[in-house]
């Protein structure tokens, strides 16, 4: 064994002796955990899988809910729904505290700020204040129409152009010029650079995060080494869109944004324009790729899954045939199995496979098993996506489970996917916007192209690795289901 793990291998059995003895006098099991030696591995960077993919294999030798141990605290992974929702509820109040793992912060009062940052985007984006967002989604995604129209071979790019212009809008009420539009690329880089893991794999990215010296030497090293471009400074990546809002602010005229209305509470809440600009950049930084890589997701299922597309084309058909109008989001209600092809896209694949890591602020009980105070715990959502009890052949794309007999959606008033965005208090405060985005692109696309295979060779998806999955370029063809023409005017008009 190599000699820097002895002490790892000490702290690690001293906090699992503290950890049975807790269990022990509360007659309750501890999660089981898997072998030492592949969590060593793992933490070592030796198992080179991605985390929850390592993760869904040991729960399914330990079960749904299980353990290991760091040198400071010990990590339990949730790998059910049902778990989830026992122990990451919002009315339970146990599990919210942010863990040190997921973001590097260490202090109490960088907390607090994320907490108002996450009150700021939840008053701008929850189910009924996103609705006055509608006409500019609509406008955005009939952009990105009209882009699969000119350069159809580009989808990959278009996607992404919808998905940060649409943020840009919701952000800072700013219009972006296309796709190299300049503060975009600022703000991306700056996202790049703020979302850089600190480790190689992810299991010695959760090693540097239990040690901290490791990670400020490991910094250091990246210094050294790195041969990155000059770095953008998180300065002008916030600053520069804050202050475009505010100069129009001062003009008077101005569309509104989550930083227009966030600033008019300045005076009445408190807080200031620190805490606005890093709301608004965190939620570009975390909203762009999952809304890009949703998107692409589903062109790939529907790539692979003709027999889907084509029952979703022939309810949008019977909609405009009968209403003559396109479908929108309005429309959410009369278009079930698009709104099936949503959830199923999400939970196909989750875009983001792990969930913000959560601390027990209190102990916590699932079935006969304890969850000791101050665990940190991981939820799975890909092995919940997996789970063949929830969802039979989960590897099959296949909208259908999510409608009853009669074919509407078995559950109308559940989020478009919890476990696509997550539980409990640090569950995504962006779902609403990103469930009507995706409706909207998903539901257009359908009404005015067919999407297939574009060589009769068949290909295996590959998919990007990091914190958000995302499909990389396949073999992808959009083919107009009317007159070029015809579908620009249309996209033209203005309702
Ligand atoms: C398809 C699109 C999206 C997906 C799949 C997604 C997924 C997630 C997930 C899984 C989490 C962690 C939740 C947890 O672990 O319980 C999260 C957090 C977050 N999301 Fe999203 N998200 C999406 C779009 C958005 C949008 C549009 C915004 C903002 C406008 C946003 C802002 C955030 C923020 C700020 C957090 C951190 C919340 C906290 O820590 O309290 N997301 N998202």
């Given at each position: 064994m190599a000699l820097w793990l002895v002490p790892f291998v000490g702290l690690a059995l001293w906090s699992f002796c503290r950890f049975c003895c807790r269990a022990f006098f509360l007659r309750l099991r501890l999660p089981p955990s898997p072998p030492l030696v592949e969590v060593l591995k793992f933490l070592a960077g030796y198992d080179k899988r991605e985390a929850h993919l390592t993760y869904t294999s040991w729960g399914q030798r330990c079960g749904q809910l299980f353990s290991f141990a760091l040198p400071d605290r010990r990590v339990v992974v949730v790998n059910s729904e049902d778990a989830a929702r026992a122990l990451l509820d919002p009315h339970s109040r146990k599990t919210s505290e942010r863990s040190s793992l997921a973001q590097g912060s260490t202090s109490v009062q960088v907390d607090d700020a994320r907490d108002i940052q996450r009150k700021l985007i939840n008053d701008e984006f929850n189910d009924s204040a996103v609705t006055t967002y509608r006409p500019m989604i609509l406008r955005k995604v009939k952009q990105l129409v009209l882009n699969l129209l000119d350069s159809p071979e580009h989808y990959h790019e278009h996607g992404h152009t919808m998905a940060s212009s649409v943020l840009m809008s919701a952000l800072y009420g700013y219009d972006i010029a296309g796709p190299d539009d300049p503060l975009v690329?600022?703000?991306?880089?700056?996202?790049?650079?703020?979302?850089?893991?600190p480790g190689k794999t992810a299991g010695s990215s959760l090693m540097l995060s239990s040690l901290p010296f490791l990670q400020r030497l490991k910094h250091w090293f990246v210094q050294i080494l790195s041969d990155d471009e000059e770095p953008v400074k998180s300065f002008d990546a916030m600053d520069a869109p804050l202050r475009f809002v505010k100069q129009r602010m001062e003009k008077g005229f101005y569309p509104r944004s989550l930083v227009s209305e966030s600033l008019t509470k300045v005076d009445k809440n408190g807080y200031g324009d620190q805490i606005i600009k890093e709301a608004a950049a965190s939620a570009f930084a975390t909203a762009t790729g999952t809304i890009t890589a949703a998107y692409r997701t589903f062109l790939l299922a529907m790539t692979l899954s003709p027999e889907s597309q084509k029952r979703a084309m022939s309810e949008i058909d019977a909609f405009m045939n009968s209403t003559d109008k396109l479908p929108t989001i309005e429309e959410r209600e009369s278009l079930p199995y698009v709104s099936a092809i949503l959830r199923e896209t999400l939970r196909w694949h989750p875009t983001r496979p792990l969930g913000t890591p959560q601390v027990a602020t209190e102990d916590n009980v699932y079935g006969d098993i304890l969850v000791p105070k101050?665990?940190?715990?991981?939820?799975?959502?890909?092995?919940?996506?997996?789970?063949?009890?929830?969802?039979?052949?989960?590897?099959?794309?296949?909208?259908?489970?999510?409608?009853?007999?009669?074919?509407?959606?078995?559950?109308?008033?559940?989020?478009?996917?919890?476990?696509?965005?997550?539980?409990?208090?640090?569950?995504?405060?962006?779902?609403?916007?990103?469930?009507?985005?995706?409706?909207?692109?998903?539901?257009?696309?359908?009404?005015?192209f067919a999407v297939g295979q574009r060589s009769v060779v068949g290909f295996e998806p590959h998919w990007t690795k990091g914190p958000i999955s995302s499909p990389l370029p396949f073999p992808c063809a959009i083919i107009p289901r009317a007159d070029p023409d015809d579908i620009r005017q249309e996209m033209y008009s203005e309702d």
């Open positions: 690329r600022i703000m991306e880089q700056s996202a790049a650079q703020a979302q850089a893991m101050g665990s940190t715990i991981i939820p799975n959502h890909w092995a919940m996506s997996r789970d063949t009890e929830v969802y039979p052949n989960p590897e099959h794309f296949q909208p259908e489970r999510f409608l009853n007999s009669v074919g509407e959606l078995s559950d109308a008033n559940e989020d478009d996917s919890p476990l696509a965005f997550g539980w409990g208090e640090r569950s995504c405060p962006g779902r609403h916007l990103a469930g009507e985005v995706l409706w909207t692109a998903i539901a257009m696309t359908l009404a005015n």
